[in-house]
């Protein structure tokens, strides 16, 4: 099979490059990024030399680009990841968001249905079903109900996906999963933060009473849900993905500090984010039943194995923390550090 993989050089997107290379090494995987801040082929080095790896810097807003592509690889199938995917951004700066996000995606739907590519996997994401109060989890039938700028134009491009099923019959699948962890994260997200900053006895900035809490998954398992769901997902349908594992972020700041033998002293609270989500947790009943997904990490191998890799690549964090990154990051880590302590 030949696969388009878009936002293949971010976190999540360059483990399942690299995965489907390992799983199926006679797929030929063609990976459309534009490495924005958050793209970094630095993320790819094993693959160097590897022919069934085409990497292509574009946009997904470019439809003459895409159907080229599609066309001149004899792409099958797509696996639509490119996203601006940082809930804090979007309160910064929404426009990106829905130009990425949503024009982003119907355009690539276009060039996908002008083309006849076979399948569409529609990468979304458990944030668009809003926050949760103390109980319950999300399923496929919950309510959308996205609350920041990020969800809302995730749930456009989710539901936009639908649309192009249902209206035009492109062969659509979508998952929505829960909030990922591992190698290669940016580290403006919750754990790899923490882990720089506890490395450099620095403040962990802890939003709120830090009682907020997130169902953790192991991007290793998200990338096997994703091939799974792109081979063998039914036309049209939604699939949760999740691993049970639910924490509140204080819980995870002090697992980070006590696994790098750092004091809890360095833990700040900050002021909170604004409409920040309470709660979310995802029942990932159908995608197990119905297509045989089942998480192989625990929460607590898994976040060992990763803080140990944030400890041994402090190289790779280093390089992609600093320039334009860095001037972005120390502006807002120190506005909400000041909060904090006016
Ligand atoms: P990321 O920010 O690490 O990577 C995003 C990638 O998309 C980057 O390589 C970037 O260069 C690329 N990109 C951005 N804009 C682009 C554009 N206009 N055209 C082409 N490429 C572009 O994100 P991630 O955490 O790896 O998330 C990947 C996808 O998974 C996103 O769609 C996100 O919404 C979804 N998701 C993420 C999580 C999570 O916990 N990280 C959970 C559920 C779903
Ligand atoms: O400095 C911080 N302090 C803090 O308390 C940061 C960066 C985060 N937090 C809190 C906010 C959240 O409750 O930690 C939790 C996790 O935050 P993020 O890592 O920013 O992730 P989240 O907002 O939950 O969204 C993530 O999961 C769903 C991804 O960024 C999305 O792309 C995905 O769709």
């Known amino acids: 099979m030949n696969v388009l993989v878009t936002g293949g050089c971010g976190f999540i997107g360059s483990n399942l490059v690299k995965y489907i290379r390992r799983h199926r090494p006679d797929w030929k995987v063609v990976n459309f990024d534009k490495l924005t801040y958050a793209g970094n082929l630095e993320n790819l080095t094993e693959l160097e030399g590897d022919p069934n790896h085409v990497f292509v810097r574009g946009d997904v807003g470019n439809k003459e680009l895409i159907e ?7 792409i099958e199938a797509v696996m639509h990841l490119a996203a601006e995917s940082h809930v804090d951004r979007s309160i910064l700066g929404p426009e990106v968001f829905t130009v990425t996000n949503v024009l982003g995606t119907q355009v690539l739907l276009e060039a996908c249905r002008a083309t006849g590519v076979k399948r569409f996997l529609m990468v979304s994401t458990d944030e668009v079903y809003g ?9 496929e039938t919950s309510p959308l109900q996205p609350s920041s ?9 989710d539901l936009m996906a639908l649309a192009y099923e249902h209206t ?8 929505r999963c829960s909030n990922n962890y591992g190698r290669y994260q940016f580290p403006e997200k919750l754990i790899p933060l923490m882990v720089v900053n506890a490395l450099g006895d620095k403040p962990l ?20 849900a ?5 081979e063998k997902g039914r036309r049209g349908e939604v699939y949760n993905i999740g691993g049970g594992a639910e924490r509140k972020n204080i819980e995870i700041v002090k697992g980070i500090l006590s ?19 309470r709660r979310y947790a995802i029942d990932p009943a159908k995608i197990k039943a119905e297509l045989g997904w089942k998480p192989a990490h625990t929460f607590e191998q898994g976040l060992a194995e990763t803080v140990r890799w944030y400890v041994d690549n402090r190289p790779w964090w280093e390089r992609v923390m600093s320039g334009a990154y860095r001037q972005y990051f120390d502006t807002q880590y120190k506005a909400r550090l000041d909060q904090a302590a006016a």
């Not at 080229?68 to 004899?74: E, N």
């Not at 926050?131 to 399923?139: E, H, V």
């Not at 994703?226 to 792109?230: K, T, V, Y």
């Open 259 to 277: 696994a790098l033998s750092k004091p809890e002293t360095l833990i700040k609270y900050v002021k909170d984010r604004p409409g920040h989500d």
């Open 149 to 157: 700028v990020y969800s809302a134009s995730k749930t456009s491009a």
């Open 131 to 139: 926050s949760l109060g103390p109980t319950g989890s999300f399923t």
């Open 226 to 230: 994703l091939l799974i769901a792109l």
């Open 168 to 175: 035009f019959g492109l062969d659509v699948v979508v998952t």
């Open 68 to 74: 080229h592509l599609v066309r001149l690889h004899g």
């Open 205 to 224: 900035p802890v939003y709120g009473d830090g009682g907020n809490v997130r169902d953790w998954l192991h991007v290793e398992d998200h990338c096997q």
